[in-house]
């Protein structure tokens, strides 16, 4: 039975002093929850301020991006150690933000989520389509490529160590989910392609759906046996909508 897991991802948003206040509403509100997990992924900058709230709690630090090397000549970059000294269980890696923005390749990818599992952190890899691949057919081959290639040689613990998100880019920040059906066949897919490169432990991968999740579409989304939580961006800014999505994510299955 895989555990339905919520990540609000705060991207580029929140000074200390707003993260802090964020991190404190969610706390009091879902902080001792356990029928979920929840994690939250604030900027670098705040990570500090908002682990000391959250450190007693039943909620997880994560980053939202990483470097792959341990240590040394990489101006501006953070490694995994970093993140877990700084009290990270979780990172995010490949979204497609950085992808489309910062030009983070399937290759720096891969080495992102390698270098993250050995130090001990687990990355949520984020995998998805633009329109124009979706509307093209194309689907199917832009996630499995994503997933291949930045999977390639990567080793795991356990099922637990790796967690996907599949983000479809039409609908990230947009107000326009995919439906549970468009979802839950490009989860399935996910599975068969994860129980391949992973020889049979792919049923047991949380896979993540991501794009304009909120309170009210969150019990449809998360309706189909193959979606295991959401990565939630604009809708995880407030507490108590962050909070409501998980309570209703606790009241379904
Ligand atoms: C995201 O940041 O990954 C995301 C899905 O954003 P939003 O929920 O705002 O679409």
């Avoid at 990270?88 to 599992?117: P, Y």
């Avoid at 794009?211 to 309706?223: A, H, K």
Wanted: some cysteine.
């Amino acid at each position: 039975m895989r555990k339905r897991l919520i990540v609000g991802n705060w991207k580029m948003n929140m000074l200390r002093k707003e993260a802090y206040e964020l991190a404190r509403g969610i706390a009091e509100l879902v902080g001792d929850v356990s029928y979920v997990d929840i994690v939250v992924a604030p900027p670098y900058t705040s990570l500090d301020v908002v682990y000391g709230v959250i450190s007693n709690t039943n909620i997880g630090l994560c980053a939202q991006n990483v470097f792959w090397e341990e240590a040394g000549a990489f101006t501006g970059e953070i490694s995994p150690y970093m993140l877990i000294d700084a009290g990270c269980k979780w990172v995010i890696v490949g979204h497609s933000e950085r992808r489309a923005v910062l030009g983070e390749t399937d290759e720096m990818v891969k080495r992102k989520v390698a270098a993250s599992i050995k130090a001990g952190l687990i990355p949520i890899l984020c995998v998805g389509e633009t329109l124009e691949q979706r509307e093209s057919g194309k689907t199917m081959e832009v996630v499995r490529g994503q997933l291949e290639r930045g999977l390639d040689g990567v080793e795991l613990f356990s099922s637990d160590s790796i967690v996907i998100a599949y983000e479809p880019v039409w609908a990230i920040g947009t107000g326009r989910s995919a439906t549970p059906y468009e979802a839950e066949e490009v989860h399935l897919f996910i599975r068969n392609v994860l129980d391949r490169v992973f020889e049979g432990i792919g049923d047991k991968i949380r896979v993540l759906y991501g794009g304009s999740v909120t309170p009210e579409n969150i019990e449809d989304i998360l309706s189909p046996p193959n979606i295991d939580g959401v990565l939630v961006g604009g809708a995880s800014l407030k507490a108590e909508s962050f909070a409501r999505i998980v309570r209703l994510a606790g009241r379904i299955g």
